[in-house]
């Protein structure tokens, strides 16, 4: 669909230093859930939902220009 792709014009192409942010938090979620003994299958999951939320609460989903 139209809706994700508008929702990455808007909040622009991430820098360098966004994208290492990005990954610093999947693999400290991940690693987070592994030690709460998360099961394996959930692990993905949960740890791509947790980025989402954070990802679309973000000012530039939040506010509306």
Do not use: H, I
């Amino acid at each position: 669909t139209r809706r994700p792709s508008a929702a990455w014009e808007r909040a622009g192409t991430p820098t360098a230093d966004e994208q290492q942010e990005c990954a610093e938090f999947l693999q400290g979620y991940r690693a987070r859930l592994t030690t709460l003994k998360t099961p394996a299958n959930q692990l993905e999951l949960q740890t791509w939902a947790a980025f989402a939320r954070a990802l679309m609460s973000g000012n530039e989903f939040v506010f509306v220009d």
